[in-house]
């Protein structure tokens, strides 16, 4: 089927979405929605012509187990594997990583119990995570504040805050340490965390253990929102963490949480810092972000010599008392829909599939981290950046008396 010029291939009937929801057809390794046979977009408009550029495709999909998507068939989830591929150097062996992107509904509604809630969701990662030891992951990733509905919007506190939990010893990290050391698997849990060694404060923080079950460390969301109804703000304050990397038996890793994606500086950091792999846990919905999406994580990957995660929820959320966030809006009690579409960009500017845009997934990746120094190699940002140079011009710029230099005739 052609498309302003461009052709479109069916997607494979492994990875269609179910009978009742759009079908999605791929454009070069886009995936494209479709309703009545015809592209859509989030914003209901026809796809312009430049919507459609080829892109490089992801070099290869990944065979996964055969009894992997049967587990993910039975489980209700869908289940994609892909990968990159580096050049061969005479010098270093492949450093080949599988990563795992979980998107995925909250089971229960915002009104249950909050013990119930959680421990839907612990249920049904557990699920998740057994099929993705099946297909060789190494690392997995979930989505931002996992355990939880995305009740931000509300500006209430019970009993949204009774889901905040140790990033030490809270029950989450527990269950993630079990799973880690069960699958020998890097997991990256983001949380809402109360902080008790420092008057009981809640931040939004990823939680990283390693692979032997041993807690590494956790790194906290560094921008805030304060747009639509992502009222944030009123729960936690930007992170003060800076900008760890972990290292991990499987590469260096660094968590850029959700609004994070929009500061091209926080990416950069966690990369001057050496990252290899830059995940991003997102809560984002459609009429907001779905144009940046595709863009954001896949730049950052070329910017910085890295391989990108970008993760996204699914689903809708709907919570018991309106809300209104001073936008004109209506009150309502709901967000919009989570848009889900998770993919991994690589620094030669490739990229998956998304996962789909309104059901639970599990990405597996394959990367070659020879990539990223390849990469570098070949357009020398780090070489170019020019850094100092832009050290001293900010630490001007943001100087009170600080005059820009304007000039003028
Ligand atoms: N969770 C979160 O930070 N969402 C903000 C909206 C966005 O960045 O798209």
């Not at 796809?47 to 489980?75: H, I, K, M, T």
């Not at 690392?139 to 504040?145: G, N, S």
């Not at 209430?156 to 990290?173: C, M, N, R, V, Y």
């Not at 030669?348 to 990746?365: A, E, H, I």
Request: hydrophobic share 40%.
């Amino acid at each position: 089927m052609g498309v302003a010029g461009a052709v479109l291939r069916e997607v494979p009937a492994t990875r269609r979405v179910g009978r009742s929801e759009p079908h999605s057809l791929w454009q070069g390794d886009q995936v494209l929605d479709l309703r009545d046979g015809k592209p859509f977009l989030a914003w209901g408009r026809e796809p312009r012509p430049w919507e459609f550029y080829p892109v490089p495709a992801c070099s290869r999909s990944l065979d996964l187990p055969r009894r992997a998507f049967e587990a993910a068939c039975q489980g209700d989830f869908e289940l994609q594997g892909h990968g990159f591929e580096a050049a061969e150097e005479q010098m270093r062996r492949p450093q080949l990583v599988r990563v795992g992107l979980v998107q995925n509904k909250t089971p229960l509604p915002a009104e249950a119990p909050v013990v119930e809630q959680v421990s839907a969701l612990h249920r049904r990662i557990e699920a998740i995570v057994e099929v993705a030891a099946m297909c060789g992951v190494n690392i997995i990733c979930f989505q931002e504040a996992w355990t939880m509905p995305f009740a931000f919007c509300t500006r209430e506190k019970l009993p949204w805050t009774e889901f905040a939990e140790s990033a030490e010893d809270g029950i989450t990290t527990r269950f993630c340490q079990k799973l880690a050391k069960k699958h020998s698997m890097v997991v990256i849990s983001p949380i809402l965390e109360r902080d008790r060694d420092h008057g009981d404060v809640l931040w939004n923080t990823a939680v990283v253990i390693s692979n032997s079950g041993a807690i590494l460390g956790k790194t906290r969301k560094n921008h805030i929102p304060r747009v639509g109804d992502f009222n944030e703000s009123t729960y936690y304050m930007e992170g003060n963490l800076g900008h760890p990397v972990f290292q991990t038996q499987f590469g260096r890793i660094a968590v850029n949480i959700c609004y994070g994606r929009h500061h091209p500086l926080n990416w950069l950091m966690y990369s001057i810092n050496g990252a290899e792999i830059i995940f991003n846990p997102s809560a984002t919905i459609g009429t907001l972000s779905e144009s940046l999406w595709p863009i954001e994580a896949r730049n950052a990957a070329i910017a910085n010599h890295c391989f990108t995660c970008a993760i996204n929820r699914v689903g809708e959320e709907h919570f018991p008392n309106e809300f209104t966030s001073g936008d004109g809006k209506k009150a309502h009690q709901d967000f919009g829909y989570f848009y889900g579409s998770s993919y991994v960009a690589a620094p030669d500017g490739s990229r998956t599939p998304g996962l789909s845009r309104n059901r639970d997934g599990l990405l597996v990746t394959e990367l070659d981290l020879n990539l990223c120094r390849q990469m570098n190699d070949v357009w020398n940002f780090k070489m170019t950046g020019r850094y100092e140079m832009y050290a001293r011009e900010l630490a001007e710029a943001v100087k009170p008396n600080y005059s820009p230099p304007i000039l003028k005739e």
